[in-house]
């Protein structure tokens, strides 16, 4: 049974503007007409993908099945308001013209599939255990490099520039500064920008195989559709995306983020035999508790359905996150993947002293770390204040929930000292 994190029958406060233009959609919907007004027919989207870029070819078609489950969830499933079917079509386009960009500029320059991918560091954890602001600190080393958010929505754009691309910047920071525009609450939670580090996932949401895209609507057939899907075709994409970025700006060690290794670290390894992975540790009833407020912000920015998000019982049910948590475990510990290659890092050390948690980082990298790299993590985090857009609150779980889920996480906490903080 799902625990309820979140009162579902509390909404969320909008702007006016936005719901002014709800309204008038509610209108067209009683009148049948809003799925003609604002269409999320694949022909179409493909077709004002194809005449926006005046390009054809969508490369292999191994997409067009996940594209094809994601709109008919969204049409059954998502209960979208007129806000969210106009930022839905506006998204599946660009992830279309990311399609075609990128299909024409790996034909006119094959070399760019032969640029090697060396050792890239991937960070991974449950939600809201730090994995965030661990991305934004290895982004101070200018031995490493990320893909920012602009990027993964413009990355032919990107490419051809060598990210020397100022219109592209600011559009895509306009992209990501919509997002608080229509729900303001999620400034508190996720800072969302064009120049800062996108998730994984949104680097390869140009597959349409990403839990990045089902976390702003409740669908759960996607949902599962996602979680049966080979990891190979994602990472197929991942490392795509990341050799199209690296084409005309080489010599950077590439890292990135996001919960979906966790759940499929062999693959991961599969996939990138050199990899190195950080794993960040943090109490996960807080860890559930925080996600779940966090998922019904993003989905109330585009639909009215009050939240009862049942696709998304791994990240909010103890025992589903446990079976999640004790499967990476066994990995490591039976050597189905290399447990040298992890380096574990807990929450409650970034926070109290980041500049020694960070040390101990670079050493499981395999990185120097000296005084200079300390220097930039303590100056970067003295202009960064906690809450400094505002506090997130949220409802943790009663005591009872507590007492519930606890005993679920009892190896997991020992393994790894992780202290209760609820």
């Known amino acids: 049974m799902t625990e309820l994190l979140v009162d579902p029958k509390a909404p969320l406060p909008r702007p006016e503007w936005v719901d002014r233009i709800n309204q008038e959609g509610r209108m067209w919907k009683a009148a049948g007409m809003l799925s003609d007004m604002v269409p999320l027919d694949k022909d179409g989207l ?142 508190t939670m996720h800072e969302t920008a064009g120049h800062i580090p996108a998730e994984d996932a949104t680097v390869w949401n140009y597959s349409f195989v990403s839990d990045a895209i089902m976390s702003f609507y409740q669908i759960p057939s996607y949902h599962a559709w996602v979680n049966q899907a080979d990891p190979m075709l994602i990472y197929k994409y991942h490392r795509l995306a990341l050799q199209v970025l690296q084409w005309k700006q080489p010599g950077r060690r590439w890292f990135g983020k996001t919960l979906y290794h966790l759940g499929c670290l062999p693959k991961l390894f599969e996939a990138y035999p050199d990899a190195r992975v950080i794993h960040t540790h943090r109490d996960p009833l807080r860890s559930m508790a925080s996600i779940t407020n966090l998922l019904r912000t993003f989905y109330w920015q585009r639909s009215d359905r009050d939240f009862d998000s049942p696709g998304f019982e791994e990240i909010m049910v103890g025992e589903a996150t446990a079976k999640r948590l004790e499967q990476a475990m066994a990995w490591r510990e039976s050597g189905a993947v290399p447990d040298g290659h992890f380096v574990d890092s807990r929450y409650q050390d970034l926070m109290e002293d980041p500049a020694t948690a960070m040390r101990k980082v670079y050493a499981g990298i395999g990185m120097s770390y000296g005084d200079e790299e300390a220097r930039r993590i303590t100056d970067y985090l003295a202009f960064k204040p906690k809450h400094k857009h505002g506090a997130h609150n949220y409802r943790t779980m009663s005591r009872e929930q507590v007492a519930r889920n606890r005993p679920y996480f009892a190896r997991y906490q020992a393994r790894f000292d992780v202290p209760d903080e609820v």
């Open 46 to 187: 493909i077709a004002a993908a194809r005449q926006e870029t005046g390009l054809v070819d969508l490369g292999d078609p191994d997409w067009e099945e996940p594209l094809d489950v994601l709109l008919r969830a969204l049409e059954e499933e998502a209960e979208l308001n007129l806000m969210g079917r106009l930022a839905t079509r506006s998204e599946i386009i660009l992830l279309l013209r990311n399609r075609l960009k990128i299909t024409d500029l790996v034909r006119r320059h094959p070399e760019i599939r032969e640029q090697p991918i060396v050792a890239p560091i991937i960070i991974t954890g449950l939600p809201r255990t730090g994995t965030s602001i661990m991305q934004e600190l290895l982004s101070l080393d200018p031995r490493l490099r990320t893909p920012l958010f602009w990027e993964t929505y413009f990355m032919g754009e990107a490419a051809e520039s060598g990210s020397d691309d100022p219109f592209h910047r600011e559009l895509g920071d306009e992209i990501a500064q919509q997002w608080t525009r229509i729900t303001p609450q999620i400034a």
